[in-house]
């Protein structure tokens, strides 16, 4: 199926259709030409990863580890250790934000502020 198909069909958004060909061309030389069944666990695995925050450039990095197999699932493991920590930190900053919105309102329903 064709680019367009695949993103109607499967809602793929456009950027991980482009990431994938990006990969697939680099590894091939060649250009992507259809989206076969094939297509469809790489194109999954790069949804994934993108909904998790993973870039592009890193996407590509994972996925030339995962056809390199278990040799380097240690690599693989390190990138995603990397992206929860940084969520971890986002997370611990959302909840000091939530926290200091909570003391605002007190004081603002007290009549101290």
Known sequence: MTREEASALFQF?????HT???????????PVQNYGEDSLPWLNLLLTLSD???TAPQAE????LQV???PDAA?????LEKRRAELLETVHHLERQRE?????QKEIESGTL
């Open 68 to 70: 390199q197999g278990r």
């Open 75 to 79: 690599e693989r493991i390190l990138l």
């Open 100 to 104: 200091y919105l909570r003391e605002l």
């Open 13 to 17: 958004p456009k950027s991980i259709l």
């Open 61 to 64: 990095r994972y996925l030339d």
């Open 52 to 54: 998790i925050g993973i």
């Open 20 to 30: 994938y060909d990006h990969w697939v061309e680099r590894r091939t030389a060649q």
